[in-house]
């Protein structure tokens, strides 16, 4: 149900923007996450945006360099990631919600995610 697109190969320092496609009822009414799975490690719920707008940064990973927003006209939620950095490699997921949480296992209408490597 949502479409994750953007990843790939890019330098560290470098920059990437991920796109969540997701329909409308989703983004009218639901909240959308994003999360990043590194090899051999758990889930990780990075950030999410609720029906309203209001953002919750769960990462401290991120903080300072990605930012999510959403264009409800295009019907997308992204994911700005700035300053890439090697431990940044990973599988980027979008999920959705009732509202905002720390908990994946909450989220539902996972995407097929986007490989994201960052390296030189």
């Known amino acids: 149900l949502l479409v994750e697109s953007g990843g790939g190969l890019v330098q560290p320092g470098g920059s990437l923007r991920l796109v969540c496609a997701a329909p409308?009822?989703?983004?009218?009414?639901?909240?959308i996450s994003w999360f990043r799975q590194a090899p051999g490690k758990e889930r990780e719920t990075l950030l999410c945006?609720?029906?309203?707008?209001?953002?919750?940064n769960y990462a401290e990973s991120g903080q300072g360099r990605f930012t999510i927003s959403k264009n409800t006209a295009k019907r997308v939620v992204y994911l700005q990631m700035d300053n890439l950095k090697p431990e940044d490699t990973g599988t980027y997921y979008c999920a959705t919600n009732y509202e905002c949480s720390a908990d994946f296992q909450s989220y539902s209408f996972w995407g097929q995610g986007t490989q994201v490597t960052v390296s030189s």
């Open positions: 409308d009822i989703i983004l009218e009414f639901r909240a």
């Open positions: 945006i609720d029906s309203d707008g209001g953002i919750t």
